[in-house]
């Protein structure tokens, strides 16, 4: 067996018993490849991998192209300027961080009579450098998006700070899954909380993510 085909079961494993662990169902596995070949991501979708991600609109076009029979997400800072590239080839886009970019989707949407499924991506750690919306922002914000009809609120997606110990991340996560839940009481139709990464998918699982989003631990490090 090849090397990709023992890292997703061993994967497929960890997260089968994390999810066990916090006795919740089963999470949805996304394989982010960015800086990897199309000809490995096919490979993947033999293996059984059906969900990629990709964080730049140009790398990921060609790779679309190559196999639209997968599911597709944009997870990266999305410019205003590429939603057209964006509409209509992307299942989820897990990166709505601010309103112009969510009337510059619904206009693009609108003009292909399309919808677009989006989570709101939450910044949980409050980081300068990072994307995402204040925590305390959040419910006003997707209120207000429920006026336009082209998007679908799928849920929520954040990153949180780096830690060397995947353990430090877990009260962002944590917060992370208790607004989800006092949002979903308050009436809001949210199904996905997009949250862990190869260091830290456990933690995040245990702590209620339902979609986890891995790059190295399936491909290998990056460049
Ligand atoms: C790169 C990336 C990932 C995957 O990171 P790994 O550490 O390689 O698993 C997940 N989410 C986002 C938004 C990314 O940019």
Redesign the pocket.
């Known amino acids: 067996m090849n090397e990709l085909a023992q890292q997703i079961i061993k994967v497929r494993q960890r997260l089968q018993q994390a999810a066990q662990r916090a006795g919740h169902k089963p999470v949805q596995l996304l394989a982010?490849t960015?800086q990897v070949s199309v000809e490995r991501i096919e490979q993947a979708y033999t293996l059984g991998l059906t969900k990629f991600?990709e964080?730049k609109v140009q790398e990921a076009l060609p790779k679309l192209a190559r196999l639209p029979q997968a599911e597709w997400h944009y997870?990266?800072r999305l410019q205003t300027n590429k939603v057209k590239d964006v509409v209509g080839r992307f299942a989820l886009i897990?990166s709505l961080d601010r309103w112009k970019l969510a009337e510059a989707l619904e206009g693009e949407a609108a003009k292909k009579e399309q919808q677009v499924g989006v989570l709101v991506q939450v910044n949980i750690g409050r980081e300068e450098q990072k994307g995402g919306l204040d925590p305390a922002e959040v419910s006003d914000f997707i209120h207000e998006l429920s006026s336009l009809p082209h998007l679908r609120l799928e849920g929520l997606m954040a990153?949180p700070p780096q830690t060397a110990d995947p353990e430090e991340a877990r009260p962002y996560f944590r917060a992370m899954f208790q607004l989800f839940s006092s949002l979903r009481s308050g009436g809001f139709k949210l199904k996905l909380l997009s949250m862990g990464?190869?260091?830290d998918f456990e933690v995040a699982v245990e702590e209620g993510a339902n979609l986890v989003?891995?790059?190295?631990?399936l491909f290998g490090e990056?460049a």
């Open positions: 982010v960015k991600g964080s997870i990266g897990h990153i990464m190869s260091q989003r891995i790059g190295s631990l990056r």
